[in-house]
């Protein structure tokens, strides 16, 4: 069974310009949240797609933003990027949502992005 | 507000040795917590996680101790191989559908 792939992997981009990051998740696996990974922060939950459907979103500005397709695979979106959004951007899948899962999630490699 | 911390930033062991990593938490309406591995270039792996009317769990060479009176959560690894050596994070979940991450403990293994 492939796991969790993310493209790209690797991405340098300028400030003020936006990215799309994909996500395809684990086949039969219908949650996928994303994270952002960085050395201050740790690792913070973005949000939550579940059936096309956002679940849950966590504090982050509205230059983050994200959508589901029919077949799983969900893509993120940052616009008007800052400096300050250079971070490895982790995608996890899961069978069920978040709310009724254990916690245990399947983690792609990542996307790193890199705002010079 | 929330939040999940870990004591110790970095833990050195010496190989076959058994190795704990603790983690506090602060929110005790939780219902379960979780441990994850992170290898240098890869993402985050799923390790165990425990129910909160739990206060152990074994998995193969791991245990899972949930104390929370205290708030607490530990990790026990079982003769630490070199392999062992990542990343940990602990992460609490709820019904809200957040996971909320440690910042996470380096495992060194000294051969």
């Known amino acids: 069974k492939a796991g969790v792939t993310q493209t790209p992997r690797y991405l340098i981009k300028t400030r003020g310009q936006q990215v799309t990051l994909s996500c395809s998740p684990i086949s039969g696996h219908r949650s996928v949240s994303w994270y952002q990974q960085t050395p201050g922060q740790g690792l913070q939950f973005l949000f939550e797609y579940f059936s096309e459907t956002q679940r849950n979103k966590g504090n982050f500005p509205g230059r983050f933003s994200g959508r589901q397709f029919s077949n799983s695979r969900s893509e993120m979106n940052v616009s008007t990027l800052e400096l300050g959004d250079s971070a490895l951007y982790l995608c996890a899948s899961s069978p069920q949502p978040l709310r009724e899962g254990t916690g245990e999630l399947f983690f792609g490699e990542g996307s790193r992005l890199t705002v010079l | 507000g929330e939040s999940v911390g870990l004591h110790l930033p970095t833990l050195s062991v010496q190989e076959g040795d058994n190795s704990i990593i603790n983690c506090a938490y602060s929110?005790?309406?939780?219902?379960?917590f979780i441990w994850y591995k992170q290898e240098s270039g890869k993402g985050p792996q799923f390790i165990i996680d425990i129910r909160s009317n739990m206060d152990k769990r074994q998995g193969q060479r791991v245990t899972v101790l949930l104390n929370k009176t205290v708030k607490h959560l530990s990790l026990q690894i079982a003769a630490t191989q070199p392999g062992d050596s990542a990343v940990y994070f602990c992460a609490e979940g709820s019904n809200t559908g957040k996971l909320i991450f440690g910042q996470g403990t380096t495992l060194q293994v000294k051969p």
């Open positions: 929110n005790s309406a939780s219902d379960y």
